[in-house]
């Protein structure tokens, strides 16, 4: 997979299948594929949320997704991964994240994927703003985030 389609940040949703597939014609040697989609939940923190905004910096944010891909390659024996992180107005149940990730066995895919995940939800420049029965609320980086990228060496402070 060239690197440029390593990663796509876009208002559209999309497909798991679709997204497998390309992956997988890109190595005869791929023997596992792992995969992850996150969803806007119509809760947080014990509030309702009715809708939820995500927005990014264009350039930058494929830049530091890139870096934890390549990063990914550095730590794991991995044959290939791909990142697709919607921005915009989401409803929930609609996806926000995907991170699909190939290698020759299991463990190194299930290892890569919970990796890009966590680095993804601390490192990555995304801002989500909720929309709750008390108004518009812009959420916060949680220290459980922090301390899920902690156990990969990495030490973040966001929350």
Known sequence: MNVASRVSIQTADFDLSTEVARLREQDKGVGAVCS?????????DGQSVSAMELEHYPGMTEKAVEAMIDEAFR??????????????PLQPLD?????????AHRGQS???CEFLMDYL????????KEET???????????????????????????
């Open 36 to 44: 992850f989609i996150g969803t806007v939940r119509d809760r947080n």
């Open 75 to 88: 730590r794991f024996q991995i044959l290939g991964a791909r990142v697709i992180h919607r921005v915009g």
């Open 95 to 103: 996806q926000i994240v995907l991170v699909v990730v190939s290698s």
């Open 110 to 112: 299930f290892q890569a």
């Open 121 to 128: 939800k601390t490192q990555a420049p995304f801002w989500k």
């Open 133 to 159: 029965p008390e108004g518009a609320r812009w959420v916060d980086a949680r220290v459980s985030d922090d301390a899920a990228l902690a156990r990969w060496g990495i030490q973040a402070g966001n929350a």
